[in-house]
């Protein structure tokens, strides 16, 4: 395995679900949180990287912590911005320009309600005049036309498809953190008579609305050695921003992450047959199948024949969203950091029942917007 030299010495979750917290409450649980795990504190820390919280979000988050940081990004791009982060944390540690760097985020949309599906498509931007008089739900009616095309283009069913949920769920049975954790299993008659939002897609294929949030610290692969936990090695890294809206998309199927992965890998020295754990954005059941193929780990138009018989539940041969994701764990608007937070507990092996015996690499992937924004981050510890 190639390196970049730096690498996540800290992870750790805010308070999930429903919180009644306010974000930067919810930052300073992650923050300490994190902080603690890597055995530093928040002295060390000067740069930082984080949004949601205002248009100045490190500036207002790096007043609130009381911290003057050499090197901040509140680069906003959805729920990939934390995976992105990630490869400009690495380049300004391997700079010089920061030394420990902190990744966070937070909301607290369950709590306050701030969650709408209304009218994003702003009417001073180019493809308003061609999807406003549709009314589409933001994001939901444009993942559903995503998903709507793949089944017709690859004859896929809608069984196939609610597979990605159950295993989720699966997953989620085995998290106590997970926001269905005691909701028992789900099937794919569940997934299919849940109510219909948008079509083909039900409340089941949808992400959670919940409270919560991570963060995850990063030094110098040398630094790192002396502190706390077992250091967890950035890889490689990839990202592509390819859209605003769906107007223009040529293919609805294809997605950005076919560019951003293969830098990734390319970086790491790695092809996807040697990952051991990924760590997918399922902001939607589609998103977990385009994604599958963007990556390589099957063809075009055969990821739902390809996760069938249990392939991405526990035991199964490909060990996907190992926390539970966005369908079943926690999704508290951007997902991003919490797909690092899951990847390095699983390369250190603190998951317990939902460990994946032998994981020394890991991918996390990070979607933003509506097929908007992709970024892929590879991870890997030294056994």
């Not at 909301?107 to 209304?118: K, T």
């Amino acid at each position: 395995m190639n390196g970049t030299g730096v690498a996540i010495v800290g992870a750790a979750e805010s308070d999930l679900g429903v919180t009644d917290q306010p974000i930067l409450g919810l930052q300073t649980q992650a923050i300490t949180r994190a902080l603690d795990d890597a055995g530093l504190a928040l002295r060390d820390v000067d740069g930082l990287a984080t949004t949601g919280i205002s248009r100045f979000s490190a500036t207002q988050l790096a007043d609130w912590l009381g911290i003057q940081p050499k090197w901040t990004d509140s680069t906003f791009a959805g729920g990939s911005a934390y995976e992105m982060y990630v490869a400009r944390a690495a380049q300004a540690i391997r700079a010089g320009q920061a030394e420990t760097v902190l990744v966070s985020f937070a909301s607290n949309q369950r709590s306050a309600r701030s969650r709408s599906l209304g009218g994003v498509v702003e009417a001073h931007t180019p493809e308003a005049q061609f999807e406003t008089p549709y009314a589409p739900l933001y994001p939901l009616s444009y993942y559903a036309m995503a998903a709507q095309r793949y089944l017709h283009e690859f004859g896929a069913t809608r069984e196939q498809l609610a597979e990605i949920a159950v295993a989720a769920r699966e997953w989620a049975l085995l998290n106590p953190k997970a926001f269905r954790y005691g909701a028992g299993p789900l099937t794919v008659e569940d997934v299919l008579a849940a109510p219909m939002i948008s079509s083909p897609l039900t409340t089941a294929d949808c992400c959670l609305v919940t409270d919560g949030g991570g963060a995850v610290v990063l030094t110098s692969s040398e630094r790192a050695r002396d502190l706390r936990k077992t250091p967890v090695e950035v890889l490689g890294y990839g990202e592509r921003t390819t859209n605003t809206s769906m107007t223009a998309v040529d293919n609805l199927t294809l997605t950005g992450a076919v560019g951003s992965s293969a830098d990734a890998l390319a970086r790491a020295g790695l092809s996807i047959s040697d990952i051991d754990v990924i760590e997918v954005y399922d902001s939607f059941t589609i998103t977990v199948a385009l994604t599958l193929e963007a990556l390589g780990v099957c063809g075009r138009g055969e990821a739902l024949d390809f996760i069938q018989d249990g392939r991405i539940r526990p035991g199964g041969q490909l060990p996907l969203n190992t926390n539970g994701g966005g369908l079943s764990y926690c999704h508290p608007g951007q997902y991003g950091v919490l797909l690092l937070v899951e990847a390095v507990r699983q390369l250190r092996g603190e998951c317990g029942p939902r460990q994946v015996a032998g994981a020394r690499t890991a991918l996390a992937h990070g979607t933003g917007g509506i097929l908007s924004t992709h970024a892929t981050v590879i991870l890997g510890v030294d056994r």
